[in-house]
């Protein structure tokens, strides 16, 4: 019994050990990074790519990543103006970038009424596009061509959602209690929910995403030695198969799309951290401050009110 207990506190220090370990060398890491950056940024070089491709859901990233953000939050704690603009900037990039993408939507009906045009009325099999030398694709590209337009919103536009408060929230204890008690509740989902799951789901995407760009294939359990053996025999094979013949042949986007989606989640989840514990430290005057929210104008009622429903 007396070993057991021993060697569990000893897998305990290791741990704490290494997480202390990765968290200095996260220093070391990024300025060899910026310092070396054709190591991994010179992509004509198979190597280079390789070690882009690890590095980007590798162990040293994560701790890059979350160091930065620990020391930013640091400074906040002296500073509360200087979280204040990080907030507003991090809230303002996914405002802009959703206001953006959310015309996508307006592209999608209008393309899908030019599809219906095209081969109802005038029965025809493809729509050209451009002068000179036209782009042109059959029907059923742009038809599957949609599902993309769909894409840009979901992925690009969540975190704009978020911040605009329009997600859904099932309730049970949080209406309920105290504003300060609010903002904890609101800190312990960015640290536990948030963050974690944005991590989990980014380490499947960016492997899946590269399996469907370069080959040989990389794989999340390989040590860099082996994916440097593999860049020997790198090409790049973009997935450009649909799933009709005539169908749209950037599947990979869908891919990117995601890598995409889970690194704005991950950086909303900091955000919404550092808001709540703003909010938490000033008190309830502090509500929303500095939040950018879209209001539609209400149309006037003539000094009639009306109910809600």
Not at 177 to 205: C, E, H, Q
Request: proline share 3%; glycine share 8%.
């Amino acid at each position: 019994m007396d070993e057991q207990g021993a060697a569990g506190g000893f897998w305990l220090f290791d741990g704490i050990l290494w997480v202390l370990q990765n968290f200095v060398m996260a220093f070391w890491n990024l300025g060899y990074a910026l310092t070396h950056p054709g190591l991994w940024l010179d992509w004509s070089s198979n190597e280079a790519i390789m070690r882009f491709v690890y590095y980007g859901g590798s162990v040293e990233f994560f701790f890059v990543v979350f160091t930065l953000f620990l020391v930013i939050g640091a400074v906040g704690l002296w500073r509360n103006g200087f979280l204040w603009g990080v907030v507003r900037g991090l809230e303002g990039f996914a405002n802009g970038l959703g206001r953006i993408m959310c015309w996508a939507g307006l592209l999608m009906v209008l393309q899908q009424v030019v599809i219906v045009f095209m081969q109802r009325i005038f029965a025809r099999p493809s729509i050209s596009l451009g002068l000179g030398i036209p782009v042109e694709f059959d029907i059923s590209w742009w038809s599957e061509e949609l599902k993309f337009y769909n894409a840009l919103i979901v992925a690009l536009c969540l975190t704009y959602t978020f911040v605009q408060k329009g997600h859904v929230r099932v309730d049970l204890v949080y209406s309920a209690v105290s504003f300060r008690t609010k903002r904890v509740i609101d800190m312990v989902g960015s640290v536990f929910f948030m963050m974690p799951m944005a991590v989990l789901i980014w380490l499947y995407s960016w492997f899946f995403m590269w399996r469907h760009l370069i080959v040989p294939n990389p794989s999340a359990s390989e040590p860099l030695e082996r994916l440097l053996l593999k860049a020997r025999a790198l090409r790049w094979n973009v997935e450009t198969i649909g799933f009709s013949p005539n169908g749209f042949s950037a599947y990979f986007l869908f891919k990117v799309l995601l890598v995409a989606m889970t690194g704005l989640i991950f950086l909303q989840a900091w955000a919404f951290l550092f808001r709540s514990y703003l909010e938490w430290k000033e008190g309830p005057e502090s509500e929303d401050k500095y939040l950018d929210l879209d209001v539609l104008d209400a149309p006037d009622t003539g000094g009639h009110e009306h109910a809600e429903i």
